[in-house]
């Protein structure tokens, strides 16, 4: 860094030209952008990420809505070869319910928060409506329902103005882990109904628990007859099915022939065109570690719910994960034809005396729609939307340009190859971007952790869930092959277990169980090193990071709150924190820096807490850095060190943050980037890029300047001051002198996309700094 002389009377001199000379200028070029990625879809297989509710026009079969559990809603026009995104800037774009008025398919609800009770199934903040097709929206009820999850929303045919609500807490093993702490997630659930179109709400409570409404369905001849699922997945007495015929007023619990312990989820369909006929599903109440699920039964009612029979027991759609999967579909016009979903989806002809296996190209099923007169079957799982025009005996996918993949934390990069990457996707596996910009799979499962050698980029990582389940590749991706040998399986994991290249030790790795592992050999054999770093019980390491400069020092934080550092690359740990919520699964949540090693970031995934934080001791003390920080759960925090105070990006559940002043003060970064759940940020200077991984919208990217660094010679000086009043004065003279930079991304203090007036007291402040 050159020295700086004078600095004051240059900054006294610097204001009084810029505002004498310029009272406000509307911006010297555009604002920062981001760019999508991808993918959308994964080529060769055409998957993307879960899609959570469908809703298909009863007038044109070419029109339908989709909604990606934490991607937003999407419209297509065309029977789903195009696909438009409506809900990127609304406040979450987790959705779990949407529905279409019957009688002006210009109005459309969607409500959010996912009602499938997995750790990425997340809180939702509000109902949302539309009343131009989902152009655009209006937040309903944010008070009444934020921090919950809509399970399932109902218009009465007859009078749309009344609309019904199938409310459930947030899921996650531990229970709630997907509310993130939210103060409302406590809130009440169960049924909801709203008389003027979803302005305002009244919860349903005469003869209904305050439990979870898994699902909801209505007599359509007679709307006022309604039943609900009652499914508190951990089981409860008052699970079950509830019937009301007196549009809510009142309800009874059902019994004739159900289960009455032992229950979980329920779901629950009437048969559109003979509507005293009922289909059930009931799941297994879960164990709280999530296993145990099978479906309990399959019922089926010929009398509106007095009686039931139990159907074959033959199949079981659901395996163990009942309380995720569960959907019931009855064809629109023909009573006897029943969908009844889980992994895999399963069809009767015969009014459940028989079922086949129907499943789409992709498992996991969590939503099923008609067009009119089910000529058209539309399918929503795990990989996106499939479409049968033959009733389940063939499908077709419908992902082009649906981007609503969910992402780990686990994107790398190529260290010379722009174009290429990796990253882990929930339930898509592990895939491969190419040059020409299509990602491809090589691991399947759920894909979790991605390293790419960063010295010997041959030698990439990934893995699918679960301990050992760890994959190598050696020539540069392409192919991968098992590697890993000497990692008990019977070790607790954190589902994707982390693990790391050692940057500094050619060969060594380490990978997180509930003890951290060493290989020497490139990942294929491994020995543990260290002893248990949890406080016991079920949990596991789910993040580790190694400090760039010195391998030796290595960072651990478990899932039950404990952060550690190790002196000694790994062995021997020292406890740090205790009770750091943060999300159960994989996150990067330490930033170490790169020629600090005792210099590192913290970044805490859950609402009311210090949710973003620095130590210069290795982790002894901490100072907060959310002052003027939003309410929101921070998952990744990277840092750009170049400069004379450290820039930091903050990955949100609402996009990213930046803070240019060493985090006393904070803006959301760059226009375009959806308003989606931020799992990983990777600051990559030597190619002036941020990269973003969400989980609902994919990877995207955007342009990185060194803030301050007016003239482009990679230092914050005095020399830069003239730069800067050039660049506010005579944009045009200053893109003459400096062709080769963009002023916005180095000039724009304040993050409202614009170098103007406002951004001077924040390049003092940077250009003043020590």
Same mark, same amino acid.
């Given at each position: ?39 959308? +879809? ?45 809900? @990127? ?11 279409? @008025? ?38 309903? /009820? ?102 009301? &015929?007196?549009?809510? =007023? ?53 009398? #509106? ?39 895999? *989806? ?99 499962? =759920?894909?979790?952790?991605?390293? *790419? ?14 301990? #050992? ?97 190790? =002196? ?6 020292? *406890? ?56 929101? +759960? ?5 840092? $750009? ?10 990955? &949100? ?39 973003? /991984? ?14 301050? $660094?007016?003239?482009? =010679?990679?230092?914050? @000086? ?40 406002? $951004? ?11």
């Amino acid at each position: 860094m050159r020295a700086v002389r004078n600095n004051t009377s240059r900054m006294t001199s610097l204001a009084v030209r810029v505002c004498v000379v310029v009272p406000l200028l509307a911006g010297a070029a555009q604002a920062v952008d981001w760019t999508e990625w991808g993918p959308a +879809p994964i080529a060769s297989v055409n998957h993307t990420g879960r899609v959570s509710a469908l809703a298909v026009s009863q007038l044109n079969p070419d029109v339908m809505w989709a909604a990606g559990a934490d991607g937003g809603v999407w419209r297509t026009r065309d029977g789903g070869i195009t696909w438009t995104p409506l809900t @990127d800037q609304m406040p979450t774009l987790s959705i779990g319910a949407l529905a279409l @008025d019957p009688k002006d398919e210009n109005i459309l609800y969607a409500g959010s928060g996912e009602a499938n009770f997995a750790n990425h199934s997340r809180y939702g903040l509000g109902l949302y409506k539309s009343t131009n097709g989902g152009d655009t929206w209006t937040v309903l /009820a944010a008070d009444v329902f934020a921090g919950r999850c809509f399970a399932k929303i109902l218009i009465n045919p007859q009078n749309t103005q009344q609309v019904f609500a199938a409310i459930t807490r947030a899921g996650g093993f531990p229970a709630l882990a997907a509310a993130k702490g939210h103060p409302n997630a406590d809130g009440p659930v169960g049924v909801f109904r709203s008389e003027d179109g979803g302005a305002t709400w009244t919860h349903l409570t005469s003869g209904l628990p305050n439990l979870c409404a898994t699902d909801l369905t209505m007599d359509p001849s007679s709307p006022n007859v309604l039943y609900a699922g009652i499914g508190r997945i951990f089981g409860a007495v008052e699970n079950g099915i509830y019937k009301t &015929t007196d549009g809510g =007023d009142s309800w009874n619990k059902l019994g004739g022939g159900l289960p009455t312990s032992g229950v979980g989820r329920v779901s629950v369909a009437v048969a559109p065109s003979l509507p005293s006929r009922l289909y059930a599903m009931i799941t297994k109440q879960a164990d709280p570690f999530g296993g145990g699920a099978e479906m309990l039964g399959a019922y089926r009612s010929n009398d #509106g719910g007095t009686s039931w029979t139990q159907l074959t027991a033959l199949f079981n759609p659901q395996a163990t994960y009942g309380w995720y999967l569960s959907v019931v579909s009855v064809n629109p016009t023909v009573p006897d034809r029943v969908y009844m979903g889980g992994v895999t *989806l399963h069809l009767s002809n015969t009014g459940g005396s028989s079922f086949s296996d129907i499943t789409p190209p992709h498992v996991d099923m969590h939503a099923l729609a008609w067009s009119a007169g089910g000529v058209r079957l539309i399918c929503g799982n795990d990989g996106g939307v499939h479409r049968s025009t033959t009733g389940g005996s063939s499908w077709g996918a419908r992902n082009f340009g649906l981007g609503v993949i969910q992402c780990y934390a686990g994107l790398s990069t190529h260290p010379t190859d722009n174009d290429i990457a990796f990253a882990g996707l929930q339930d898509n596996g592990t895939i491969r971007r190419d040059a020409s910009g299509s990602w491809y799979p090589v691991i399947g499962g =759920d894909g979790g952790w991605t390293q *790419l050698n960063q010295t010997e980029p041959n030698y990439v990582y990934g893995e699918f869930q679960g301990t #050992g389940n760890f994959y190598r590749s050696t020539n540069g991706g392409l192919g991968f092959n098992y590697a890993g040998i000497g990692i008990n399986v019977g070790d607790r994991n954190c589902f994707l277990p982390p693990h790391l290249v050692d940057p500094k030790t050619a060969g060594r790795m380490i990978y997180g169980t509930h003890r951290v592992y060493e290989s020497t050999d490139y990942g294929l054999s491994w020995t543990p090193i260290s002893g248990d770093l949890t406080g016991g019980g079920v949990a596991a390491i789910r993040s580790l990071a190694i400090a760039p400069s010195d391998s030796n020092i290595v960072y651990a934080a478990t899932n039950d709150g404990r952060m550690l550092r190790s =002196d000694d690359a790994g062995k021997n740990f020292a *406890l740090l924190l205790t009770n750091v919520p943060g999300w159960p699964r994989i996150t990067r949540e330490f930033f170490v820096h790169p020629s600090k090693p005792l210099t590192v970031y913290l970044a805490v995934g859950r609402f009311n807490e210090t949710q973003i934080r620095r130590s210069t001791d290795g982790g002894q003390n901490w100072q907060p850095l959310d002052a003027s920080f939003p309410d929101l +759960p921070v998952n990744v925090a990277s840092v $750009d060190v170049r400069g004379r105070l450290p820039i930091i990006f903050a990955g &949100t559940d609402a996009g990213v943050y930046r803070s240019i002043n060493g985090g006393r003060s904070w803006h959301r970064y760059g226009n375009g980037l959806p308003n989606a759940c931020v799992i990983d940020v990777q600051v990559q200077a030597p190619r002036s890029r941020l990269m973003a /991984a969400t989980q609902g919208r994919g990877v995207w990217k955007t342009a990185l300047g060194l803030p301050g $660094d007016l003239n482009g =010679d990679a230092a914050v @000086d005095n020399f830069d001051i003239d730069a800067f009043v050039l660049a506010l004065t005579n944009p045009a003279g200053y893109a003459q002198k400096y062709p080769n930079i963009d002023p916005i991304l180095v000039g724009d203090m304040n993050g409202d996309g614009k170098l103007n007036n406002f $951004d001077i007291d924040g390049f003092v402040e940077l250009i003043s700094a020590p």
